[in-house]
């Protein structure tokens, strides 16, 4: 398995702990879903080798697929948070997208590849859910850059 980066979680401290299993080498995000209304509902990941995440959170909120294109590298997150994740903005290697969920929240979250780590991307998600997103949080892991 590649080496891993675990960044987060921040949020509340309700809700079951979860981890989205990535544990294939070299899984790649190909889409996420996300359910949202006043807060972050539930999010799930589908990654290119085909295999699904389980839909952590509630079943409210409108559902939105984000889907990412072959060569498109999911590379952070930010929002807001309080005792649940309020927001979240999805950041790509092309990209960002939302924000989803509401204004409320107290705090910050930014989990993101820097420039100066231009082969890591997020491979899962991972914190506590219940109703809602609890808390979120990233695993980054490295991927193969194709030749320039």
């Known amino acids: 398995m590649p080496n891993q980066i675990r960044c987060g979680p921040s949020g509340g401290a309700g809700g079951y702990d ?4 990535w544990s294939s080498a070299g899984r790649k995000i190909s889409k996420i879903v996300i359910r949202h209304g006043d807060y ?6 589908h990654w290119a080798d085909g ?73 899962a998600f991972f914190g506590r859910a219940g109703a809602y997103i609890d808390a979120i949080g990233c695993v980054f892991s490295e991927r193969t850059l194709s030749p320039s």
């Open 18 to 21: 979860f981890q989205d299993d």
């Open 40 to 45: 972050i509902d539930a999010l799930q990941i």
């Open 51 to 123: 295999k699904v995440s389980k839909m952590n959170g509630g079943s409210g909120g409108e559902e939105t697929t984000i889907t990412l294109q072959e060569d498109e590298y999911l590379v952070g997150i930010q929002g807001r948070y309080g005792t649940v994740v309020h927001s979240i903005v999805f950041h790509t290697t092309r990209r960002s997208v939302g924000p989803y969920g509401g204004d409320g929240g107290h705090a910050t979250y930014s989990y993101n590849v820097g420039p100066q780590w231009p082969a890591l991307e997020v491979v």
